[in-house]
């Protein structure tokens, strides 16, 4: 057993061991069921804000859901509490589904604020609706019963939350560690990496978006049968907001920083809401003066919340181990000539012209280099052929086949791979999961076999890949620490890693020795050269001459978005026209 | 200390790269001295942290006072000037405006004389001045950043990269006007990739190659060196 | 329906959306200047109400507490923040810039309340207390921020909000308020019935927004602001600095936030926690705006009062549903349309 789950299985006993202390009072028992309660919404956030990267503040809209529907049910139609749990289940889910297929397409700060949007609107739209109480809400909610005791007290019905917590909390660590939610953890600072390597990432974002609601609302049913009432206050945008400040203040990327921050966000409203008004001397709501001085510190002090403070007193966890694997499916090199074909590739900005009807090729087996002085056009034809820009005019011919037009992810399915320019790696995780989001389109599992540990098989044979390719550019004693560790020159081999993990037969890299030293540019060169004597062809972006000159067969040169030469590094260094572009004209 | 700018052992780091790696130069009142350097070099890092836009380790002294605790706003006030790469020119704001603002430190008082004498130098900008800044050509936005910040009369003026994208006639009134400025007094740090032009006009000359200074001296000292030419097309070695 | 009740209905739309014309226009403000999404433009709103109302009646109004509380929220940052250079002038210019205006603000409060000394003046208060509230705001909450994300600073915005209301059920109380109309007469014209009160809203709006754009297009602070908006890195080289526009934004969003008091509160009742939704009103128009573009937000505000006031008639109860849920289009709408950009943060 892992030390991960060793830790999990401690946390479990602690928790589930609460009420059967005798000395710990009735009112903390409930209390930490709240906050067993909170920690699932929380949890959720941590996955769609900490880990996916998309902000609400209307999480507490989907708690409604999950409210709202078993109290109906369960007192206008009778239905037993327990089954309207897959009712409860299944309202958050479409809701979830419609409400985040126009959310996970807001860009930046849009998305935050579409939340606020519905997140306030719902609160209105529970207020105001007859047949769920309106501002009254439903009464009277009949309570959970297990084998026919019902479960009334705090302390009877703590084991139902917590008992569910630690199963969210599982199938969440799960998810976390398999091939979706490698991808899932690559949304927030490498999206455009994850789709680089075939990641559908609205799927990835919608994903997440509903995960998080689902059990939001399954907290929303417990809550019902908890409190046994509903009202619509309890799911205002206020409510969101403070399901967002647990987050925060546990730290929004951990799977504990929820229940650490639902924690301290429960016990502390309680403990103002007795002291405060004593202050003040006047009754009131005067936790939101401490939360929002709390949110705002938080961020200038300490954006990654308290779990990485508690953490560091824990035994980090092991590196995990690499077990032989059947190899993942490979398929041979390309053999058609040329291999990439760019014709009168024509890119247009407004007025300006910043890919001038340029034409050139890359043939098996070949490494070809683009260059250019700054502000040339060299990025820009580099992202006309990865899908990221799309063409004005003009083709790109991929093996044979037209791949104009084509996004990013099925540029990938081409098992056409690229690095980036600004390296784009998730820092807080491994070399090794890096690198192993590289074999998403060799593999298949999916989120339900990832979250019940199904993929096992498949995992080892995706982490067997990932090790050999970072062992074949050298970074084999640096796959277990985070990336964010790694010096600039190996980042940029851990993304050629991951490019590799796709099993490419055209390998694109963006200035690849920009930022490196000299000893990491020769180890650098080497591993191209290895690579193309393996039979990979390679397009590289780059402005170190001496490593351009040196390591490609054959040159193109824009200048000013056209082409101006094209030939072998001699015939490029002597052309007069790539003289006067990089040294400037005699004046 | 005699020099107007010194710099020593200036060090900028962007996470673990370190961009620029010690650099020291020096600006003697009324000359050019010129960083040349091929792309990616840290020059346009270099002036940033002299102008006290980045976080920077290392001295930055000017006029002999020392520079550390003082924000480049404040800079801006004690005579030093940048024309950036990116020109940063208030796009939709007129010509005219975007010249008034460079004296914001300097008061409205003083703007109308100041708005003469750059519209003497550049007659262009005066025909265009209530055209949008966004709608200029290359070239005029060029003139208009360097407009801009003489209206602050700086007596240090750092360009970067004022040839970028333009074509050769037009570096060629540009470099003009650098010189002729010269003449009146200012001081000039100029960086420039293209390094036959930036020779052409300058007193002094470092070479900057990733990150550090490998070359310096009297800009035609330079300009006949044959290494120069070897760090921007390669050595071949 | 009949054509008087559209043209009532138009009427009070228009008067409404001319409020949230003006916060539109002190949120695209703020966010084309610092941006943050400033939420707490609404408690501007209902301190400057409520103000209003307590000076009316001879009492001394809530906000001297709390235009002191932040005065000394900013001195403390202040004072750590300059840490490393403790001489007594530094400490002489930080004490300048906030207990001092504060304390002599809250002392001239004290003691010209009671007096009662007639509309005007109660006005000139109100604005001298919270006025300064914006930039100590600003100091406090977002100037430690200046380099973070927009959804940083969007969060932070919320919990500024968040402790601000807190802070207002404190100094102001639960009760709520509605202060005299400075005019009270109602004209006929034809069959519509209308008031001056809000003949004075769409006048003072108008008026407002006229002053706005001289000060934009005349006067150089008004110019370093747009400057800055424009390109921060261009602002900062020809020496604007980032604290001094977000300063000035923020003191102008607070008196925007006033003079939509001054023009409300005789209209409905405000609460400690009214300002609030007024203020997401005046939101909701400033994105359809794109939060960068005055003339289309104040159109849209207009526009957004009408659509409230009919859905208010046709389907008064999900008048609210109706205001917030039109704006998820038009955010997907300008998702798909804008520029292709990161979105991802550091």
């Known amino acids: 057993m892992s030390r991960q789950w060793v830790g999990f299985a401690v946390f479990a006993v602690v928790m589930l061991a609460v009420p059967a202390v005798p000395f710990i009072p009735d009112y903390w028992v409930t209390l930490l069921a709240f906050v067993g309660v909170s920690s699932l919404v929380a949890l959720g956030l941590v996955l769609l804000t900490g880990v996916g990267g998309m902000t609400s503040f209307g999480q507490a809209a989907f708690v ?115 091939r979706v939610g490698r991808a899932i953890r690559a949304l927030r600072s490498g999206a455009a990496a994850a789709e680089s390597v075939g990641v559908n990432i609205w799927t990835a974002k919608l994903a997440v978006f509903v995960y998080a609601a689902v059990l939001a609302g399954i907290a929303g049913w417990l809550y019902a049968h908890f409190q046994r009432a509903v009202t619509p206050g309890a799911f205002g945008l206020n409510a969101g907001i403070e399901y967002l400040l647990m987050a925060v203040v546990g730290g929004a990327g951990h799977v504990y920083g929820a229940v650490l921050g639902a924690g301290i966000v429960t016990i502390l409203k309680d403990l103002l809401q007795d002291w405060l008004p004593l202050v003040f001397g006047q009754g009131g709501n005067y936790e939101g003066i401490v939360f929002g001085i709390l949110l705002v510190a938080l961020l200038q002090g300490a954006r990654t919340g308290f779990w990485p403070l508690l953490a560091s ?136 076999s990832g979250m019940l540990a199904l993929d096992r098989t498949e995992e080892r044979r995706i982490f067997s890949e990932a090790a050999r390719q970072l062992q074949r550019v050298g970074l084999a004693d640096r796959m277990h620490i985070e990336a964010g560790a790694l010096s600039l020159g190996e980042q940029r081999l851990a993304e050629i890693a991951r490019a590799l993990c796709l099993d490419p037969v055209l390998l694109l890299l963006d200035e690849p020795a920009a930022g490196l030293r000299h000893g990491e540019k020769q180890a650098l060169a080497t591993l191209i050269e290895t690579l193309r004597d393996d039979g990979m062809s390679v397009l590289l972006v780059e402005h170190d001459m001496d490593f351009v000159m040196r390591l490609t067969n054959h040159i193109v040169v824009l200048d000013f978005g056209s082409k101006i030469a094209e030939g072998s590094p001699q015939e490029v260094r002597q052309n007069p026209a790539v003289i006067e572009a990089y040294l400037g004209a005699d004046l | ?82 024309v950036p790469e990116q020109r940063d020119l208030f796009a939709t704001m007129s010509v005219q405006e975007n010249l008034e603002l460079g004296a914001f430190r300097r008061g409205r008082a003083e703007i109308p004389q100041r708005l003469e004498e750059v519209y003497a130098l550049f007659p262009r900008l005066k025909e265009r001045r209530r055209q949008h800044a966004g709608t200029l050509s290359g070239g005029e936005r060029q003139m208009l950043a360097m407009g801009r910040a003489l209206m602050a009369r700086p007596r240090l003026l750092m360009l970067d990269e004022p040839s970028l994208g333009l074509a050769p006639l037009i570096v060629r009134d540009i470099l003009k006007t650098v010189s002729q400025l010269r003449d009146t007094g200012v001081s000039i740090l100029l960086v420039e990739q293209n390094a036959r032009a930036a020779l052409a006009v300058a007193d002094t000359a470092y070479v900057m190659e990733l990150g550090a200074i490998t070359l310096s001296g009297p800009a035609s000292t330079i300009a006949a060196d044959p290494k120069v030419s070897e760090i921007y097309l390669g050595g071949g070695h | 329906m ?104 809250s002392g001239a409060v004290v003691l010209l309340a009671p007096l009662q000394l007639g509309p005007a003046v109660s006005i000139l208060l109100t604005a001298c207390l919270v006025i300064p509230m914006g930039p100590y705001l600003y100091r406090i909450a977002f100037q430690p921020l200046a380099r973070a994300s927009v959804l940083v600073l969007l969060i932070a915005s919320v919990g500024a909000h968040l402790a601000m209301t807190g802070l207002g059920l404190v100094f102001f109380g639960a009760e709520g308020y509605r202060t005299a109309p400075l005019i009270d007469a109602n004209f006929q014209i034809g069959p519509l019935f209308v008031s001056a009160q809000s003949l004075l809203v769409i006048g003072a709006t108008v008026v407002l927004l006229v002053l706005l754009s001289v000060f934009f297009g005349r006067t150089l602070i008004g110019k370093a602001l747009r400057a800055s908006a424009i390109n921060q890195r261009g602002a900062r080289i020809v020496g604007i600095s980032t604290e001094l526009s977000g300063r000035v ?36 128009a400033a994105i359809i705006g794109g939060l960068s573009a005055y003339v289309p937000a104040v159109g849209a505000a207009f526009a957004l009062g009408i659509v409230e006031s009919f859905s208010s008639f046709w389907a008064s109860a999900f008048k609210e549903v109706i205001v917030f849920m039109s704006i998820l289009p038009i955010l997907l709408w300008r998702s798909i349309w804008s520029p292709p950009h990161d979105d991802e943060e550091e």
Do not use: C
């Open chain 1, 64 to 178: 409604g859901f999950g409210a709202y529907a078993t109290a109906l049910l369960s007192t206008s139609y009778g239905w037993s509490p327990w089954p309207t749990l897959l009712v409860s289940i299944a309202v958050t889910a479409v809701a979830a589904l419609v409400i985040g297929l126009v959310t996970v397409r807001l860009k930046g700060h849009f998305l935050p604020l579409g939340t606020i949007a519905w997140g306030i609107s719902f609160y209105y739209l529970f207020g105001n609706l007859q047949f769920i109480g309106a501002y009254d809400g439903i009464q009277g909610v009949p309570p959970l019963s297990i084998f026919g005791t019902e479960l009334l007290s705090g302390r009877a019905f703590y084991p139902v939350i917590w008992v569910i917590v630690l199963a969210a909390i599982a199938l969440t660590l799960n998810l976390l560690d398999s």
């Open chain 1, 313 to 448: 007193l824990f035994p980090k966890p092991g590196a995990r181990r690499i077990l032989d694997a059947e190899p993942l499916g490979h398929e041979g090199a390309g053999t058609d000539n040329p291999l990439l074909e760019v014709r009168e590739a024509r890119k247009t900005f407004g007025g300006l012209v910043a890919v001038n009807d340029v034409s050139f090729q890359v043939k098996p087996g070949e490494i070809v280099g683009l260059i250019g002085p700054n502000g040339a056009g060299k990025s820009t034809t580099f992202n006309l052929v990865t899908g990221v820009t799309r063409l004005t005019a003009g083709q790109i011919v991929f093996r044979s086949q037209t791949i104009t037009g084509l996004a990013p992810a099925r540029v990938a399915r081409r098992r056409i791979a690229r690095t980036f320019q600004h390296v784009k790696l998730s820092p807080a995780m491994t070399v090794l999961d890096n690198v192993a989001i590289g074999a998403h389109l060799r593999t298949r599992a999916g989120f339900f």
């Open chain 2, 1 to 82: 200390m005699s020099a107007l700018l010194e710099v020593a052992d200036l060090r900028v780091a962007y996470g673990q790269v370190e961009a620029v790696q010690g650099v020291s130069l020096s600006v003697e009142p009324g000359t050019i001295a010129t960083v040349i350097g091929a792309n990616g070099a840290g020059k346009t890092t270099l002036l940033a942290a002299i102008m006290g836009l980045l976080p920077a380790k290392g001295g930055v002294h000017f006029e002999g006072e020392d520079l550390a605790y003082v924000p480049a706003e404040e800079r801006v006030a004690r005579g030093i000037s940048l």
């Open chain 3, 2 to 105: 009949d054509g008087t009740i559209a043209l009532f209905l138009i009427q009070d739309g228009i008067t409404n959306g001319a409020i949230y014309a003006l916060l539109a226009v002190a949120l695209v403000l703020v966010f084309a200047v610092t941006r943050v999404i400033l939420i707490p433009q609404g408690d501007f709103v209902t301190f400057g109400g409520l103000s209003l109302a307590a000076l009316e009646m001879g009492r001394v109004p809530g906000s001297v507490a709390m235009l002191l509380a932040l005065a000394a929220g900013a001195m403390v940052m202040d004072l750590v923040a300059a840490r490393h250079d403790f001489r007594a002038k530094r400490i002489g210019a930080i004490l300048l810039r906030t207990l001092v205006p504060a304390g002599l603000i």
């Open chain 3, 249 to 284: 934004a923020f003191a102008m969003a607070a008196a925007i936030g006033i003079v939509s008091a001054i023009l409300i509160a005789p209209l409905t009742t405000l609460y400690y926690d009214s300002g609030f939704l007024i203020g997401l009103k005046g939101f909701v």
